[in-house]
């Protein structure tokens, strides 16, 4: 008999019956992703229409064009009574612009001299920043068509009105790949479920049996402490892995839905390749193992649940270091920095994101591969030790 | 069988000092006989059953059960043996089947005698009415019946229960104890750790008293009354134990030093819970 693989499965047959492992390795990714693809979903959409936003003008006699403009662009106004209204009603964040137009705007503008335009608003609110850019973007629309039409009027090109044309080509990926965006986000999500998933069972499978005594009548069977080990490692990888993999196929499932407000994170749906899966699946097996031998280890060192749930707490934010620190690392120069290879969990964000994006690089590939697979074989050892050593086991 | 000569287990305690939990004790159990420990909490009972059910290793000493050494022969002594104490507890979100299957294949049992054991022991323990119920949901009593099941169903010749009764109500402690006589007159080995003196009257063909890891007396329950000039195994106890009391205050005051020659190394002699493990000075 294989007393390893039954050791596993009677921890599988346990992990199945148990609602909190269930809910916290498999319900709760999925929940999870698809609740952020749908908050960034809607977050993305709001910004990017950005119809109907308000814009406080201070009130004037006669309505200046530009109020036209700003209507025309899809912005709401709201008249102030003020500069100094104004000024309040920003601060206390009632208002995220204010604009005060000359009177005599029109007037300047078409004698040809510039109008100035005070724009009140708060560099601390991004609303205020967001506001402002469209104002400024409304701005330059109008400067621009003012120029052009007095280059018109005098026979000259109206390219001169921008002499300079920056185009914006984004780069058509050959087999598809998710948006920036999600490529960013999803190896995070995947690492730390990988960690989490396993999080509430370790606890449970050697510190909740030292504590329940079932390890003793375990330990009094004629199996190898190792074989044991073994078991409960396996059984525990399998946990991490499928809470891994559940996150994944949650976003998966969310990109193929035909949901208008999952468009923008989705433009051309999700096509990951199989280069892409391939290397995903490489990375997250020896993640999983490596997470489940250090919590394993965690949960043999620890005298009772309760001790165990606190080294795990601290444990996670060492995990969650480098999982954090992978979701910016894209604003950083460092993306491409031969270290982050070895960065154990950084890493393995950092090949899920070339994954992601449908690239494939084989020395941080490699590099990663052998990092996880050496961190989950001394992961291992450890546990297979304090197994054999009484004064680990009967820390009661 | 079971034979011990010089046993000896140390453990460090919570403040790191060395303390003798078995102090040389030599001991043997026959088949078809019930081997009884007495002692009090922390006299080195479940430290002794540990050592010679193999989770525990000797400090010096040796070991041998059912034919085989403790030390070097640990796998084949494990299968030899079945363990039960009210402290060791059943799988909570298994059924009694699946705990005995999944013993069962533990002890290498496989297939139609697996089940066939199974079978037996549901209907000699009266398991079949909550058989498919998780054992969470099953009353102590019912629990340790599913335990009694657990330790037998291999069918081991040698047997150690360790104060298998403590905290059961007297029906069920009743049942247990029924099912240690009648192991013990299928030939088996049994080898019985209490505190109770009317459980050790009983059952025991032979009792060994234990305290601070060491034996103070042993024979049978009437070779016990004897020597001790007593009327009941209480008193027979007492008078055991309080010797060397008596023998340790006067080794203190430079008197004459206790002839159990129990020396608990930094720890103290009253204490009863058993010792946190340590590594072993050896």
New interface residues.
């Given amino acids: ?1 294989n ?1 390893t693989r ?1 050791v596993f499965l ?1 921890e599988i ?2 992990m199945l ?2 609602k909190r492992v269930v809910q916290s390795a498999l319900v709760g990714p999925v929940f999870l992703v698809i609740m952020f693809v749908f908050l960034f979903g809607f977050l993305q959409s709001t910004l990017k229409e950005r119809k109907g936003q308000k814009i406080h003008v201070v009130k004037t006699k006669t309505e200046p064009s530009f109020i036209a403009a700003l209507r025309k662009q899809g912005a709401k106004i709201v008249p102030v009574d003020s500069v100094e209204k104004g000024e309040s009603m920003v601060k206390t964040g009632d208002a995220k612009i204010v604009l005060a137009i000359p009177e005599d705007y029109d007037a300047t503008v078409a004698s040809g001299r510039q109008a100035k335009i005070s724009a009140i608003f708060d560099q601390d609110q991004p609303a205020s920043e967001i506001g402002l850019a469209d104002v400024a973007r409304v701005a330059a629309a109008s400067n621009k068509a003012s120029v052009e039409k007095l280059l018109v009027s005098r026979d000259l090109p109206k390219d001169l009105a921008e002499p300079i044309l920056v185009e914006r080509k984004p780069v058509q990926r050959k087999e598809g790949g998710m948006g920036g965006f999600l490529a960013g986000l999803m190896p995070y999500l995947i690492v730390i479920w990988a960690f989490y998933g396993g999080f509430s069972q370790a606890s449970d499978m050697v510190a909740g049996e030292k504590e ?3 390890l ?9 402490r190792l074989k044991i080990a073994m078991g409960k490692f396996w059984g525990l990888t399998v946990l991490c892995l499928t809470s891994s993999l559940s996150s994944l196929i949650a976003v998966l499932l969310a990109g193929s839905l035909p949901i208008p407000l999952l468009k923008g994170l989705f433009p051309t749906g999700v096509h990951v390749n199989v280069v892409g899966v391939a290397s995903i699946l490489a990375v997250i097996v020896p993640l999983s193992a490596m997470f489940a031998g250090l919590l394993l280890a965690i949960s043999t060192v620890a005298r009772n649940i309760r001790e165990c749930q606190g080294y795990l707490t601290l444990v996670s934010f060492i995990v969650l270091m480098p999982a954090i620190f992978s979701q910016f690392i894209g604003y950083t120069d460092f993306a491409k920095a031969a270290w982050v290879s070895w960065v154990p969990i950084l890493n393995s964000a950092m090949v899920l994101r070339s994954a992601m994006l449908g690239n494939f690089e084989a020395m941080p590939f490699i590099t990663t591969l052998l990092v996880n697979v050496v961190l989950a074989a001394i992961a291992l050892r450890a546990v297979v030790v304090m197994f054999g050593r ?2 680990v ?3 009661i | 069988m079971v034979r011990t000569t010089e046993l000896k287990k140390q453990f460090s305690d919570a403040k790191g000092r060395w303390v003798k939990a078995v102090d040389g004790v030599s001991m043997e159990a026959k088949p078809g006989q019930v081997f009884g420990l007495l002692g009090v909490n922390g006299a080195g009972k479940t430290t002794m059953l540990r050592l010679l059910s193999t989770v525990l290793q000797p400090t010096s000493g040796s070991g041998e059960v059912a034919g085989f050494d403790i030390v070097t022969q640990s796998e084949q002594v494990r299968a030899s043996i079945g363990f039960m104490s009210t402290s060791t507890a059943l799988y909570g979100r298994l059924t009694p089947i699946e705990t005995l299957r999944f013993f069962g294949g533990l002890y290498g049992l496989t297939g139609r005698d697996l089940e066939k054991r199974i079978g037996a022991s549901v209907e000699r323990l009266g398991i079949g009415d909550f058989a498919d119920r998780l054992c969470d949901k099953l009353s102590t009593g019912q629990k340790q019946r599913v335990s009694i099941a657990r330790t037998l169903l291999h069918d081991p010749p040698v047997l150690f229960f360790d104060e298998p009764t403590a905290g059961l109500d007297v029906l069920t402690s009743q049942s247990v104890l029924g099912f240690i006589e009648e192991a013990r007159d299928q030939g088996k080995t049994v080898v019985f750790s209490t505190h109770a003196m009317s459980e050790a009257e009983r059952l025991c063909n032979h009792v060994a008293v234990i305290h601070d890891g060491v034996i103070k007396g042993e024979g049978t329950v009437q070779e016990l009354l004897q020597a001790t000039g007593t009327n009941s195994m209480e008193k027979a106890f007492l008078r055991l134990v309080e010797s060397e009391s008596e023998g340790s205050k006067a080794a203190e005051s430079g008197g004459t030093k206790n002839e159990g020659g129990a020396e608990r190394e930094g720890g103290s002699p009253e204490t009863n819970a058993e010792p946190t493990v340590g590594e072993s000075p050896q």
């Fill in positions: 008999m007393f039954h009677k047959r346990e019956r148990d329940r005594s079932t003793e009548t375990l330990l009094i069977s004629p199996v190898s009484e004064n086991l009967w820390r």
